[in-house]
Structure formats: C-alpha cells, structure tokens
C-alpha cells in the first residue's frame, strides 16, 4: 500500500532554516510528482510546491519563491522540503502529498510539525 | 493565488443532506475540471473524498458527491452520520499550473 513517512516535529528559532524529508513507499517513486502543503494552526492548506522525482523540476508558489527549495533523492525514494529564513508565521504542519496528473492530491504524509519560537 | 471561498461551518442532522459550497474564478474552477475535495480530522491529515469533480477514490462512501457550475463547484454529503463530522476543503488546479485550496468548512452533526 502505498505510504508517505515524514520526519519528526522540529522547533527552530527565527532566520533559522528547516529541512523535512518523506519516505515513499508501496508505488514507483518516479510516476508521480510530490507536493508540499503546509497549514498554520487553525488554518487551511496552503500549496507551497510541487517537485517531478523523475526530472527534478520544480514549481513553486509565488509567496515561497526564492525561500524554499525542493529536492529528491530517488535512490531512497525520497522527497526534501527545505525553508529558509523562518519567522514566526511559518509555525504550521508541513505535509508531502501525493500528486496525479490533474492536480489532485490521493496520499498524504502524517504531518511534520515546525514550531518557530525564540 | 486567492483561495477559494467556503462557508466556515454547515451543520446537519443525522440522516439529512447537507451542502458546502467552493466559490472561485475562471482561472481555477470555471476553467478546469479539476476539483478536489479534502475531509480531515482533528489532529489528522487530509483525507481525498473527490476528485476530477465528481469521482469518488476506492473506498470512499457513495454518500459523498461532488459538481460544478461555472466558478462555483459543491461536495454533498448525504445521509449524514456522525463520523462526517469534520472539517472539508476544496482544492483547484489553477492556471498557473499551481493548486490553491479553499479555507475550509467545518462540518457539525447536530
């Protein structure tokens, strides 16, 4: 079955970066394109990117452009997620998802948790 | 990218259908048909119910159905039970190639 394993909850202080990893499992890692989705307590998702694990091409969002950096290995079918320069507004669960064709998201990761506090 | 619009809460009773609304432009829901919808629970993380508009994934109950109409796409529950209670969001593909999520809507069972 198919499976997305997140690394741990991390705290950081503010201008620190931050980098999170999920582990695919169950299905091809190269087919499908790996997204990140963050969301602030009490908040909605918000799409911060997305990555081709076959390619190594990129998509960011506008708001993360030049803060975020997406990279793969595909020799461990993994997925990376780096932010740099955190603030306080950064505080949110950061998840990996699964991405098909047109756009939908049909696996999730169980979440990392990044608390940026000084 | 503005998110998409969703009423903050709709409230049901048991056995009853209930319908949340997703309200976006012609650069995301009016031109594709590529909604999705989320459920998620507390603590949890999201939970695909729709897709592609209208489809149901394996294993998700018939009682959810999704549409669009112009900008406007809609999940409805029917046959509301207990363990629907949760929060739901929708999602487009946008023309910027990117995806934008709604603020989502909080389900209450009464």
């Known amino acids: 079955q198919v499976q997305l394993v997140q690394s741990g909850a991390e705290v950081k202080k503010p201008g620190a970066s931050v980098k999170v990893s999920c582990k695919a499992s169950g299905y091809t890692f190269i087919y499908f394109t790996m997204h990140w989705v963050r969301q602030a307590p009490g908040q909605g998702p918000e799409w911060m990117g997305r990555?081709?694990?076959?390619?190594?091409?990129?998509n960011y969002a506008q708001k993360f452009q030049g803060r975020v950096t997406m990279t793969r290995d595909t020799s461990i079918s993994t997925a990376y997620m780096e932010v740099s320069r955190l603030g306080s507004d950064d505080t949110a669960v950061y998840y990996c998802?699964?991405?098909?064709?047109?756009?939908?998201?049909?696996?999730w990761g169980q979440g990392t948790l990044v608390t940026v506090s000084s | 990218q503005s998110a998409l619009t969703q009423p903050a809460s709709v409230s049901g009773s048991p056995g009853q259908s209930i319908t949340i609304s997703c309200t976006g432009t012609s650069s995301d829901i009016g031109g594709y048909k590529y909604v999705s919808w989320h459920q998620q629970h507390p603590g949890k993380a999201p939970k695909l119910m729709i897709y592609d508009v209208s489809n149901r994934p394996s294993g998700v109950s018939d009682r959810f159905s999704g549409s669009k109409s112009g900008n406007t796409a809609s999940l409805t529950i029917s046959g509301l039970q207990a363990e629907d209670e949760a929060d739901y969001y929708c999602s487009s593909y946008t023309s910027s190639t990117t995806l934008v999520f709604g603020g989502g809507t909080k389900v209450t069972v009464l």
């Open positions: 990555i081709n694990p076959n390619t190594g091409d990129t």
């Open positions: 998802a699964r991405g098909k064709p047109t756009g939908y998201l049909d696996y």
